[in-house]
């Protein structure tokens, strides 16, 4: 009997020690796909065959746990923790001092965080399930898309360690995701780029005044993505990754923005350093404010690529790292919560 991708229950929990799926409560996250997996490496055996000239065996040499999830973007307790994982922190949980940064702001530091996800499927209205779990997973990757008419749409990526299959629940229960409204373009309260660069000090506020040609003009669409370039550790005596690590902690974006001068190529010529803030929220009013205080545009090529159609310039866009006067960042995100919010999902046991 086949079994149904939406029967699909995925819970992520928090392990204390890398690699050892915690048993206390798991969130649920909200998913339009996944993609993890278990990848091991085979290889043929080269012993020469005798007189049938045949394979001897096939054998296993490793394995890597990999993958993504994929979502609308809506305001819940699992995703915020993957969106704060993948800058390295928790929200209000950096060190230093951002002016501003409260309970409800992350930014880009340097702890590692890892998760066990469990994938359970359902295959017969008993009901009876089937598990995978996956250990030791840290956020390497994360994106969002923007674009007209949609609902906000994007991804995180996991490098992990082991896969168990349990026949049971792992957590000792389960965390609704709620019901918050999916965030759409439409509901985009602001992309803007701004000049100068920076924080303000005292408030966390962006500094600078909208750039012009993109306050006047009208972006088509926009990619954010965040990379912490994270790898495996392979050591002998291990089947897979005994650890992952991360690397350097990269944000890029991309953006079609209607032709209206040549203003962003004068920019990309003059290495002229702008910010970006994008605020994207519900119709209950939910928010999430992505800020980035400094970045450089790496491209800006204007295409007229036929016919009835539109003068685009297309837009490749480099964060930075701004320093400021105790702390350094390259991406804030400040989450916030309508005064009235969509009633929660049950808890689930």
Known sequence: MAVSSDSLRLAIGEETTPGTAPTGAYDLLRTTGE???????TTTSDEMGGLNRGVKDSILVGATVTGTVNFELSKHDALETLMAAVHGNTFGGDPLTVPGAGADVVYDASDFRSFAIEKRFTLTDTPTY????????????????????????GSVGFIGQTLELPVADT?????????NPVMTAPLVTGIELLTP?????????????PVPWSSDGCFMGLDLSWANNGRGIQCIGFLGNKETVLGRFEVT???SLYYAGDDPLEGLIDQTEYALQVTCTDSDGNSYDFLFPRLKLSAATVLASGTNTDVM???????????GNSYAVSSMLTRSASVVLAAPAPTED
């Open 253 to 255: 974006g991309t953006g």
């Open 35 to 41: 993609g993890l997996t278990y990848e091991v490496q």
């Open 130 to 153: 089937s598990y995978q779990l996956f250990e030791g997973c840290m956020v390497d990757t994360m994106s969002l898309s923007i674009t007209p008419n949609e609902p906000i749409t």
């Open 171 to 179: 957590g000792s229960s389960y965390v609704g995701a709620g019901t």
């Open 197 to 209: 660069h920076g924080i303000d000090d005292s408030t966390g506020a962006p500094l600078g005044s």
């Open 313 to 323: 310039t297309e837009l490749t866009l480099q964060m930075l790292e701004y320093q």
